[in-house]
C-alpha cells in the first residue's frame, strides 16, 4: 500500500481525536474538515459510492495545513499533507475546487506567482554568478508578496553583520504553494525552474526566510529529484548562531513567542527563536499557553482562498489570548503567512505583531 | 451459552437487507426531500441547512466498530439523514423540534460523533441535528466554580479554556478530544480521574433542554435540591429521547496544586482488587485508580518501556501538596500489606501521556476480518471476582483476546474494561462474531448482577439487553417517552427499542 493510501486509511480507521485541535473546523464547524471525516468522503468518492462535489471540494481546501491534528494522532500520522495534497490532486483535476483555486493556478501560468503580479525577468549579472557567496536568501512568495518587511529586516541584519550574501531578485516560486493545492504538475515544474536557478548561483548556505520554502527545499525537493548542494537552514538558526555579534538595544517589552507551524511541526525548530529572543529581553519565559508542537493556528494558507476564515482563526486566537493574558504587549513569529494573518486581523487588540528578523532590525543599536 | 436474542433483528433483518440493496440505496442518497430543505431553511436561515450528501454520511455515523466495518463490507451506513440541521441558538433547536413534531420527522442528535454503541447513527431517516455550532462558553462564575456552557461545545476545547484561567473540569473520557458536553452528559459517561470527581453526574449542575413538543426547561445553578427527583437526572444518560439538551452548568475545579503518581506490579490480579477495595474504603481519594491484568499491561505497557511480569496498578493523587502525601502514605501501607511491589510514578506519567493511545483497537478495525471493542461492565465487590473470572473464560474458550483493566473505583464497586480482539475470515464473519460476543458477554454480567453498561451507554448495540438488567424499570423509561414524545419523533431506536 502505498504512502498516501495507508496515511488515509489510518485517518479513515480513527477515533477522531484530533477534531479539537482543528482551527479550521472550530471556525466553521464544517464536519467535513476533519480528517477523518474528510478521507473517509474522498475514499467513498474514489470507490464510487458516491460522487465527490464542490462541497467536498471546498472542505479538501479548507484544512491549512497546520498539522496540529498530527499532534494528536493516535497513529501517530505525520503524512497528514500528504494526504491533503493527495485529495486536493483529486478535486483539483476534477474541477471541483473553488474558483480562487484555480486563478491561483492561472496566475502561476500567467504571472508565475499565486498573486497575478507582474514582474520583469531579471538576467543574473555575470558577477553574481561567478561570485562565491557564504549565504545564499531565499524569501519565497509569502515574504515577497506578504510581508516583504521581513526580507528587508533580514538584510539588515546581514549586512549589519558583514555577511558575504546574495538574494535573487525575480525570485521563482518554490512551487510549494501549488504542491499544496493539488497541482501537481505545475508544483513539478516550479520547483524544477526554481532549483535550476538557484543551482547557478555558488554558495555555502541556503537560508530560508519562509519556512515553508525551508521544509519544502529539505523535504518535497529531495522527493521530486532535486537535491541541493548546499545546507539549507530557516533565518532562525542563522539568528541564533549570530545574535551575539548582532549590537542591539534591549527591550522590556512583554513578549510571546507564536511558534509557526510549519517551523514547530514540520522543521521542529523550536529553541532557535527562543534563545533570539531571549538575547534581546530579559523575558523568562516566551511561551504561550499551547505552544511548541501543540501551537495555535493562524490560518494559514487559508488566506490566499478562504480570507473570511483565515481572519476568524486569527482573530479567535488574538481574542481568546487578550481574555487570559492582561501583561503580553508584544507577539513575535517567524513565518510570513503567521506574521501577515495576525496583522491583518481588524481587531488585534493590544498586541504588536511582527516577524522575529523585524522585532531584531528594528532594535539593531 | 447465552442464546442470541431480539437484537439481532436490528442488524441481520433490516439493516442488512438495506446493504443488499445498495443501487436503491445510492438513489435514495441522491434523491433530495425539496420540502424538508425549503421549510427548514425558512425557519432557521438557508446556511443551516444542508442536504449534502457528504454531511449527510459525515453525520450518520460515529466510532462504533461496526462503522468501520461497513466502510469495507457495504460502503454505506444503513440509514441517512435526509437533511443536517445546524442550529446556532436554543431559539433554532426550539423551531427544529418544533418543525420536526408538526410533520412527523424523526430528529437525529449529533453532538461530537465519539460515540461507540451507535447513538448518533440514524435508525430510520430524518433530520440530523448537528449541535456543533452550539459551542459557546457563556458564563465562568469564578465564585461558584461552575462553568455555563453551549452543550455543543467539545469536552477539550472547554478543558483549555478553563486551563488558562487555571482552572479545570477534571472530567477526562478517553474521548474528551472529539465528545461534546452535551454528548457526554446525554451517554451518562464517566473520566479517567472518576473516583475522586465522579462521573457527569456529579458535574451537572443544572441544565436547559428542549422538549419534544418544543418547550424549554432549565433547572437553574442550585448546588443541591430536596423538590422531588432530581430533573436534570431524567436527561443524563436518556441518550436524547427525552429531549434535547442545549446547555449546562458544569461544575469545575482548581487546578491541582500537587499531582504524584504511584505504580505497583502484583503477581495476583484478585489481591489487586482487593487493595483497591482497601483504599476506597479507607476514606481516601485517588482520582485515577487503573489495575492491568497481565495481558493489557503487556500489550499497553510493552512498547512504553514496561517489562514487569504481572498485574500493573496505577494510582494517582492530587489537590493540597499535604493531603497528597498522606493520601499516598495510606495507599502505599495498603499495597505493601498485599506484597504489591512499588515501582515508583513514572509509570503512571507515562500512562498519562498515552491514555488518549487507541492504536491498539483501531489497527484491529482495520484488518480485514478483525474487529475490537470494548465491554465495560461493573459489578459490586462482592461479586467483582466472579463476573471476571467468567468474562475471562468465556473469551478463553472462544480464542477471542482479551485484555482487561479495572478502573473507575468506588466504595461498593468497580467496573472492568474487557477489550477484544477478533478475526474471522471476512468482514460479514466479523460482524456476526462481534454480535454474538456482546451478546454472550452482556448474558454473563446479567447472570452476576452486573451492569451492561457502566460509561459507554446503550445506543443501538446493547439495547435489546436493556430490559433484563432494568425490568421494570424500562417500563419507567418508556412510559415517561411515551408522556413527552407520544410520536417518537427525538432519536427514535436509541436506549429502548421501538
Request: hydrophobic residues 35%; charged residues 30%; neutral net charge.
Amino acid at each position: 500500500m502505498d504512502v498516501e493510501k495507508k496515511s488515509q486509511r489510518q485517518c479513515i480507521f480513527c477515533h477522531n481525536f484530533c477534531k479539537f485541535s482543528c482551527a479550521p473546523y472550530i471556525a466553521t464547524k464544517n464536519q467535513k474538515i476533519i480528517q477523518t471525516q474528510k478521507n473517509y468522503l474522498i475514499y467513498m468518492a474514489e470507490m464510487e459510492k458516491i460522487k465527490a462535489n464542490t462541497d467536498l471540494g471546498e472542505a479538501v481546501y479548507l484544512c491549512n495545513d497546520c498539522r496540529r491534528c498530527e499532534t494528536y494522532c493516535v497513529f501517530e500520522n505525520k503524512k497528514v499533507i500528504g494526504n491533503n495534497r493527495y485529495a486536493r490532486n483529486l478535486i483539483f483535476k476534477e474541477k471541483l475546487a473553488s474558483d480562487r483555486v484555480y486563478e491561483i493556478y492561472d496566475n502561476f501560468i500567467q504571472y508565475g506567482n499565486f498573486l497575478g503580479e507582474k514582474k520583469e525577468a531579471k538576467e543574473i549579472r555575470n558577477s553574481d554568478k561567478d561570485k562565491k557567496y557564504d549565504f545564499f536568501i531565499y524569501a519565497g512568495e509569502y515574504v515577497n508578496f506578504l510581508a516583504p518587511e521581513i526580507k528587508e529586516s533580514f538584510i539588515k541584519i546581514l549586512t549589519s553583520l558583514n555577511k558575504n550574501f546574495i538574494f535573487c531578485d525575480d525570485e521563482d516560486p518554490d512551487g510549494i504553494l501549488a504542491l499544496d493545492l493539488g497541482m501537481k504538475e505545475l508544483a513539478q515544474k516550479l520547483m524544477e525552474n526554481n532549483f535550476k536557478k538557484i543551482s547557478r548561483y555558488k554558495f555555502d548556505t541556503l537560508i530560508c526566510l519562509d519556512p515553508y520554502s525551508c521544509y519544502g527545499f529539505k523535504n518535497d525537493y529531495k522527493d521530486y529529484g532535486y537535491e541541493f548542494d548546499c545546507g539549507i537552514i530557516h533565518y532562525t538558526e542563522f539568528l541564533e548562531n549570530n545574535i551575539s555579534d548582532i549590537k542591539i538595544n534591549k527591550t522590556d517589552s512583554h513578549i510571546k513567542y507564536f511558534d509557526p507551524c510549519m517551523l514547530s511541526r514540520g522543521l521542529k525548530i523550536n529553541d532557535s527563536p527562543r534563545k533570539v529572543l531571549s538575547f534581546i529581553n530579559s523575558e523568562s519565559n516566551f511561551d504561550l499557553i499551547k505552544n511548541r508542537e501543540e501551537s495555535e493556528c493562524c490560518g494559514g494558507h487559508l488566506s490566499l482562498i478562504f480570507p473570511d476564515v483565515a481572519e476568524a482563526v486569527s482573530a479567535g486566537f488574538l481574542k481568546e489570548l487578550e481574555s487570559y493574558d492582561d501583561k503580553t504587549e508584544v507577539l513575535v513569529t517567524a513565518c510570513p503567512l503567521c506574521l501577515s494573518n495576525l496583522s491583518n486581523v481588524k481587531k488585534s487588540g493590544r498586541f504588536k505583531i511582527y516577524d522575529l528578523a523585524e522585532y531584531i532590525s528594528r532594535n539593531i543599536d | 451459552m447465552f442464546p442470541a436474542v431480539t437484537y439481532q433483528v436490528f442488524l441481520l433483518k433490516r439493516f442488512k437487507t438495506r446493504y443488499m440493496k445498495l443501487s436503491a440505496c445510492l438513489s435514495y442518497l441522491y434523491k433530495k426531500d425539496d420540502f424538508l430543505e425549503k421549510k427548514l431553511a425558512e425557519i432557521i436561515g438557508k446556511d443551516k441547512v444542508s442536504t449534502d450528501i457528504g454531511d449527510r454520511l459525515c453525520f450518520s455515523r460515529d466510532v462504533t466498530p461496526l462503522c468501520y466495518k461497513w466502510i469495507d463490507l457495504y460502503k454505506l451506513p444503513p440509514y441517512t439523514s435526509d437533511i443536517v440541521a445546524s442550529p446556532e441558538t436554543t431559539g433554532d433547536v426550539i423551531k427544529i423540534v418544533k418543525f420536526a413534531g408538526e410533520n412527523n420527522k424523526k430528529l437525529f442528535i449529533y453532538g461530537g460523533g465519539s460515540g461507540v454503541v451507535g447513538g448518533v447513527i440514524p435508525t430510520e431517516r430524518g433530520i440530523t441535528l448537528d449541535m456543533s455550532r452550539m459551542c459557546g462558553i457563556i458564563n465562568l462564575d469564578e465564585q461558584s466554580l461552575t462553568v455555563e456552557v453551549q452543550s455543543g461545545i467539545i469536552g477539550q476545547n472547554l478543558e483549555d479554556f478553563l486551563n488558562k484561567k487555571n482552572y479545570t473540569l477534571r472530567h477526562f473520557p478517553q474521548s474528551i478530544r472529539s465528545a461534546s458536553v452535551g454528548g457526554l452528559i446525554a451517554t451518562r459517561s464517566t473520566g479517567q480521574f472518576s473516583t475522586k470527581y465522579g462521573g457527569i453526574e456529579n458535574y451537572v449542575v443544572g441544565l436547559e433542554a428542549v422538549l419534544p413538543d418544543g418547550s424549554l426547561l432549565n433547572t437553574g445553578d442550585k448546588p443541591r435540591s430536596s423538590t422531588g427527583p432530581d430533573i436534570n437526572n431524567f436527561f443524563i444518560g436518556s441518550e436524547g429521547i427525552f429531549g434535547v439538551i442545549t446547555k449546562a452548568i458544569l461544575k469545575i475545579y482548581k487546578m491541582p496544586e500537587e499531582v504524584k503518581y504511584q505504580c505497583f506490579i502484583y503477581r495476583d490480579i484478585f489481591c489487586a482488587l482487593d487493595s483497591i477495595r482497601e483504599i476506597m474504603q479507607s476514606g481516601i481519594k485517588p482520582p485515577v485508580i487503573r489495575l492491568y491484568n497481565s495481558e493489557e499491561s503487556r500489550l499497553k505497557f510493552e512498547k512504553l518501556g514496561f517489562n514487569y511480569d504481572g498485574c500493573l496498578l496505577i494510582l494517582c493523587f492530587e489537590g493540597k501538596k499535604e493531603l497528597v502525601e498522606a493520601e499516598a502514605s495510606v495507599a502505599m501501607e495498603i499495597c505493601s500489606k498485599m506484597h504489591a511491589r512499588d515501582i515508583g510514578g513514572e509509570l503512571g506519567k507515562i500512562w498519562f501521556e498515552n491514555r488518549f493511545d487507541t492504536r491498539h483497537i483501531l489497527e484491529k478495525e482495520e484488518e480485514p476480518g478483525g474487529m475490537s471493542d470494548a465491554i465495560e461492565l461493573a459489578s459490586s465487590w462482592s461479586k467483582i471476582k466472579k463476573l471476571y473470572t467468567e468474562v475471562e473464560k468465556y473469551f478463553k474458550e472462544k480464542n477471542i483476546t482479551l485484555a482487561s483493566h479495572f478502573s473507575h473505583a468506588y466504595t461498593t464497586g468497580i467496573s472492568v474494561y474487557n477489550i477484544f480482539y477478533l478475526n474471522a475470515k471476512d468482514e460479514k464473519e466479523a460482524i456476526d462474531k462481534f454480535y454474538e460476543v456482546w451478546d454472550d458477554v452482556m448474558g454473563i454480567a446479567l447472570e452476576n448482577d452486573a451492569t451492561i453498561s457502566h460509561h459507554h451507554g446503550i445506543g443501538i448495540i446493547k439495547r435489546a439487553r436493556l430490559k433484563q438488567e432494568l425490568g421494570k424499570g424500562i417500563e419507567i423509561i418508556k412510559k415517561l417517552k411515551d408522556s413527552l414524545d407520544s410520536e417518537n419523533i427525538i432519536n427514535p431506536g436509541k436506549l429502548i427499542e421501538n
